[in-house]
């Protein structure tokens, strides 16, 4: 009985986030635009996207368009505080930022692989596919997928080949409310992460990096 209130919880919370983004702006950018835009960006995330030069720093090679744009124009409004992307975003206009963001989405994924115990992968894809339900943390792969590719319409972001410290990073953030980025979902990522471990969060990161699609 509790797991059918579960299924249908998370079922009814999926259907409210698709309907809060119905309407938000969708990205249309020119790829080619945007490499020219990215010349900067490559001295932290590499020419290729996938390559950056502390792990605390994200992949975006062939992450979700509609993400990156809407992530690009928050950094850039300070609605998610990160100082040294804001700077690097004056005086852009909403084209350049639907272009950096369709260049990346175009650009090749890179993934990774997991190095957990064969316990604590076991663990953690328990996690990611089925929620905790004591403590109300949904499956992750309800919105970012079986394989960790997100979904691209609804703007869920690509999660898998990121670096385990960046992942830890941001699923902390999100569990201690430092990262507000999810107020478009109903605080959705800060309401799953607030059950997480410390634990629990370390091997999640893990499985995530290696997940393929």
Known sequence: MMSARFSSNLKNLTFVVLALYAGAVSAAGDPEAGKMQAMVCAGCHGVDGATPVLPEYPNLAGQNEKYLYKQLAM????????????????GKSQQDLEDLAAF????????????????ELARAEQ?????????????????????GVGNAQAG???INGQSVSYTIEQLTKYREGHRKSDEAFGGMMRGVAHGLTDGEIAILADYVRGLRP
Do not use: N, W
């Open 127 to 147: 996690i990611y596919r089925g929620g905790i339900m004591d403590k109300k943390v949904a499956a992750c792969a309800a919105c970012h997928g079986p394989g």
């Open 104 to 119: 990346y989405a175009a650009l090749p994924a890179k993934g990774g692989e997991a190095t957990g115990t064969d316990e």
């Open 156 to 158: 869920f972001p690509r």
């Open 75 to 90: 950094f850039q409004s300070g609605a998610r505080d990160v100082p040294i992307m804001t700077a690097q975003l004056i």
